[in-house]
């Protein structure tokens, strides 16, 4: 079965679940959004403010530059992870300063838990799956990324195919990772091990253990910052991250990095977009959620690396030539269902402590 086609089989019920259990939403004023309207009021705004969406992340270097020349705004980014887009969204209620971000969708129950994302449905709303999008508007997965290694050949003489593969001597001191408590790719990265040793989001355990037997085993490098930098310097010779991740860094740094998809399990890690219900900047972010999601931004998102949200989006043949083929994601998990996917991600988080301070 197509992957793509399984995914939507897979998600089928998370909007269904976030749905049913999400409060509901705080109620607003019917608005008309024209296109000239909401340029208008951004050029009157003059600038756009984001969080987590840095230019080196799928493209959005690119993808920033084309909504500025496009809108006539400044943009500006504040690069951090989703759960401190929370906490800064939460101590920001009352005097806001971000417009728009991007999340991990293992933290969306919090977004709309706390109320903090606007509803709006961009102008692609239609064409997105319904399993991709909230009903009330509220958040759009616009692209996912593959649990994947990222292996530094300079420097390891055999890449690594499997989770198993990591436990082996000759990767002493030389895999990095980074902490779930702040890390989506982190907790992706935990339940691809556990899918790859008999578990899965009901029993995260096994990935747990693993990662226990690969800091015991002195493989796993603590102490080091999952980064760049890290991996340019030589610190970090075997990472796991995304897929787009790492075909980013590989072009950041230009060292010969491959990418290498764990043949036993990975996992496809979900991102979502949204406005915050505060925005200072409302048509900018608007406009902005406009572009992502179009077939533009969609084939820009792929250029970076990144697997777009709309199936029915045609990338160009050289963007298509650029990512690895679908033969190479093999055993490939999605969330099952909202409720279960977000309590794996919990349940790791809450078991990390016996990684990093157990005996």
């Not at 990472?239 to 990095?257: C, E, H, M, N, Q």
């Not at 490939?332 to 809450?350: D, E």
Request: aromatic share 8%; hydrophobic share 40%.
């Amino acid at each position: 079965m197509n992957k793509l086609v399984t995914l939507v089989v897979l998600i089928a019920l998370l909007t269904i679940q976030l749905t049913s259990c999400a409060p509901a939403p705080t109620p607003t004023a019917t608005v008309v959004d024209t296109e000239a309207g909401k340029i208008a009021g951004a050029k009157a705004e003059g600038q756009i403010v984001s969080y987590g969406m840095t230019d080196d992340w799928v493209n959005l270097g690119a993808i920033w530059k084309t909504i500025q020349t496009s809108y006539s705004v400044v943009h500006t980014d504040t690069d951090m992870t989703s759960a401190e887009q929370i906490t800064r969204l939460l101590a920001e209620k009352d005097a806001p300063v971000m417009d728009v971000a991007d999340i991990g969708f293992d933290f969306v129950s919090q977004l709309i838990s706390n109320n903090l994302a606007m509803s709006y449905k961009n102008t692609s709303w239609d064409k997105i799956p319904a399993n991709f999008k909230d009903t009330d508007g509220r958040w759009a997965v616009a692209y996912w990324g593959a649990i994947s290694f990222l292996v530094n050949t300079d420097l390891v003489k055999n890449s690594p195919q499997t989770w198993d593969d990591l436990l082996k001597p000759e990767y002493r001191d030389m895999v990095c990772s980074r902490d779930p408590n702040k890390s989506t790719y982190a907790t992706g990265a935990v339940l691809a091990a556990a899918y790859a040793h008999g578990g899965g989001e009901s029993n995260v355990q096994p990935g747990l253990d693993f990662f226990k037997q690969l800091r015991d085993n002195g493989n796993w490098r603590q102490g080091v910052v999952l980064n760049v930098a890290s991996v340019q310097k030589g610190e970090c010779p075997i990472s796991i991250v995304y897929d787009f991740d790492g075909f980013a860094k590989r072009d950041a740094t230009g060292l010969p990095l491959q990418v290498i998809i764990p043949q036993d399990a990975t996992v496809g890690m979900l991102f979502a977009e949204y406005i915050s219900i505060v925005a200072p900047h409302p048509n900018a972010a608007k406009l902005e959620q406009d572009f992502l999601l179009s077939d533009e931004g969609q084939i820009m998102l792929a250029q970076g690396y990144a697997h777009p949200a709309r199936t029915d989006v045609v990338l160009p043949a050289d963007v298509t030539a650029k990512l690895l083929p679908e033969s190479a994601y093999g055993n490939l998990h999605f969330p099952t269902s909202f409720n279960s996917f977000t309590a794996a991600m919990q349940n790791i988080v809450s078991g990390w402590t016996t990684i990093t301070t157990g005996p």
